[in-house]
């Protein structure tokens, strides 16, 4: 591929060192670095990228001692640097002197079989530390990226194939991992600057490193999409780990069933992944690729084929250009297939980075060089693959980019497991999602097409037709409408301070036109004669957690932080509940953690939630105890409600049934 070919594409580079190759574990362990070694003679031979080009290769560094403090303990960096100079000498040292080194490297989590030490760890960790520390920095044009003639020769989009080593703690190795390298890139960026970073973890395994190391961030969201630790390494991303102080609700865990295939897995990212990076408007994403959720590997009990990993990185890729100016860093992660998943796996993300077209099949060539080896792994580790239940057949091997779909029959249960992972991601909606920003996106479960029309008819009344209304504030008058349609919210923009929920107000109006055309939700708005928004109220039926609960509509209100205290948060929460069903209705609202702009109301966040509860009282809400996590896990958190005097009472039992509750979770 020439410079002038690239031109038409995105400024994107793959950072690589020769140095990554020695992260290597020793032949019989199951991160193997010819993994490594394929992908790149993949990409070569299919000439999509050259070693040493200046418009495809980031030249990396490794990250310096301070850098890698940042996240890790001196007395691990210290140990790193002891054990790894000594590794290749370790079976001549004296007896005693050996069992004193290994004593040492089990207490810092080397030497119990997953991560054993290995000749020039602290060197070689360190240059895939600074590769992710370099990838990152250069999308955001921090120093540290590298210098370029011009920002448009800045790369928007770095592959970092040899990152991904999520499980490192900040004192000891875990699962393969010896540095943190996204958590010290991470931790890097919030030191030199204001960006917010999502760190979005598809490996099969749960990203417990870095949600460890941000569990307590609010501009960091760790999003973990993982098989469930009831049966695997490491045993953690249950949805209930929401992040601790200000960083709650920063940490989201989606645990996937066993054996969950292409169509649950890509239901469930699409549903998820496109709220919560609205929700929390990123500067910035970080990938993490592993492709050990794909069925041919051997370590986990996923059963994913090229197609869901196609659909994975080609949404991170529409969210980064959506809400990161294309900012985005992909890294390698897990895979322990290394010929026949990993290489295919990661030209696929190189790919829809440089927006590259990959061959149908793949190289003869390629094939030729690769396939000797993976047959004699095959014999090697045939035992493995059986004890997972993934046999080897001779005919496996791959000569194709995409997957056969006769190789991936459905599994066993298979709407069972769906219903499972449905039912995980309506409960993580539910605790991640803002109620706000839920109704701009179609939830999981299944409804009556006619549902949305029947809703809109019950609430309104079937010949009451949408109502305006005029009132005087001090600075002016403000206009308010109920049942919006699109086409009015098209035509209207929105106030500075309209951002409660999507951190920028073109977001929040983008929001705003998403509820407009959902056919089940009630949009009314306040707006001034000269056309600007300056507050909403949004009626929705009840999401996932309340799902088999007719008549029951979550209410959600926002007020332009300046247009505050001028008396528009009471009259249109009052307009928007004037309705000719009122009585039949249950009304609730969850708040006040969704807010993140309290701080710039000048009020304590307990102050604020009696300032909701008299506001909403107003209306006839009252105050109820729950189970609901939202509120149970939050003491600053409220749960209001208002029956309606005809509301049917079978309902209203079923109801408050469900608020005491103890919350259906998944098994872990």
């Not at 070569?44 to 560094?61: F, M, N, S």
């Not at 970073?197 to 760790?222: K, S």
């Not at 539910?430 to 019950?458: E, I, K, N």
């Amino acid at each position: 591929m020439t410079n002038a070919d690239h031109a038409s594409h995105p400024r994107v580079c793959l950072a690589f060192d020769p140095l990554e190759l020695h992260y290597d574990f020793g032949a019989n362990h199951p991160l193997q670095a010819d993994r490594m070694r394929a992908l790149l003679d993949l990409l070569e031979t299919c000439q999509l990228w050259r070693q040493g080009d200046p418009w495809l290769h980031l030249p990396i560094r490794p990250a310096s001692l301070d850098e890698l403090r940042l996240i890790h303990t001196d007395d691990y960096l210290a140990a790193v640097q002891r054990l790894g100079a000594v590794a290749s000498q370790l079976v001549t040292l004296p007896s005693q002197q050996r069992r004193e080194l290994e004593q040492q490297a089990f207490r810092y989590g080397f030497g119990d079989g997953d991560t054993p030490i290995m000749p020039e760890m602290h060197e070689v960790s360190a240059m895939i530390a600074g590769g992710t520390l370099i990838a990152l920095c250069a999308v955001l044009g921090l120093p540290e990226g590298g210098q370029f003639s011009s920002p448009a020769e800045r790369p928007v989009h770095v592959f970092h194939p040899g990152g991904g080593l999520h499980h490192a703690w900040a004192n000891r190795a875990s699962g393969f991992c010896v540095y943190n390298d996204a958590a010290v890139a991470i931790a890097h960026v919030l030191r030199a600057s204001e960006a917010k970073v999502l760190y979005i973890d598809f490996d099969a395994h749960h990203g417990d490193g870095v949600q460890r190391a941000f569990y307590d961030e609010p501009r960091v969201l760790t999003l973990s999409l993982h098989e469930t630790g009831r049966y695997l390494f490491p045993g953690t991303g249950d949805v209930l780990e929401l992040g601790n102080g200000l960083g709650r609700g920063y940490s989201v865990n989606v645990p996937l069933e066993p054996f969950t295939q292409d169509d649950s897995y890509i239901e469930v990212i699409e549903n998820l992944l496109p709220p919560l990076a609205l929700s929390f408007a990123p500067d910035v994403i970080i990938s993490n690729h592993g492709c050990d959720t794909h069925a041919w590997d051997p370590l986990t009990h996923l059963a994913l084929s090229m197609r869901a990993l196609r659909a994975q990185v080609r949404l991170v890729h529409e969210l980064a250009h959506r809400y990161c100016s294309g900012r985005w860093v992909a890294v390698g992660g897990g895979g322990y297939d290394p010929y026949r998943v990993v290489p295919r796996a990661w030209a696929l993300v190189w790919a829809e980075m440089a927006g590259l077209p990959l061959p149908t099949h793949l190289p003869a060539s390629w094939i030729e060089r690769w396939r000797p080896a993976w047959e004699a792994m095959r014999e090697r580790e045939r035992e493995t693959w059986e004890v997972m239940g993934k046999p080897l057949q001779e005919s496996d091997f791959p000569t194709t980019f995409d997957d056969r779909p006769e190789q991936f029959p459905p599994v066993p249960r298979i709407q069972e497991i769906t219903r499972a992972n449905r039912h995980t991601a309506s409960l993580v909606r539910h605790l991640a999602v803002p109620p706000a920003v839920r109704p701009a996106f179609p939830p999981l479960r299944q409804r009556s097409p006619l549902a949305g029309l029947f809703d809109l008819l019950h609430l309104r009344g079937a010949d009451t037709p949408s109502r305006s209304q005029t009132f005087q504030t001090a600075r002016g008058p403000v206009l308010m409408r109920d049942f919006c349609p699109p086409s009015l919210v098209e035509r209207l923009r929105p106030s500075r301070g309209l951002c409660s929920f999507t951190r920028l107000p073109e977001r929040e109006h983008r929001l705003l036109l998403e509820i407009a055309r959902r056919a089940d939700c009630a949009l009314a708005l306040a707006h001034t004669p000269a056309g600007e928004i300056v507050g909403e109220v949004t009626l929705a039926p009840g999401d996932a957690w309340w799902e088999g609960l007719e008549q029951v509509y979550e209410v959600a209100i926002e007020v332009s932080r300046d247009w505050r205290g001028l008396g528009i948060a009471r009259n249109l929460l009052a307009f928007a509940l004037d309705l000719e069903a009122r009585e039949d209705l249950i009304f609730f609202a969850v708040g006040l953690s969704w807010h993140w702009d309290t701080e710039g109301t000048g009020l304590s966040i307990y102050r604020y939630r009696e300032m909701l509860i008299k506001l909403f009282g107003s209306q006839g809400f009252k105050e109820y105890p729950t189970n609901e996590p939202n509120i149970a896990m939050d003491p600053a958190n409220v749960l209001l409600v208002r029956v309606g005097s005809r509301a049917d009472q079978r309902i209203v039992s079923q109801f408050f049934s469900r608020v005491l509750s103890t919350p259906q979770l998944p098994r872990f």
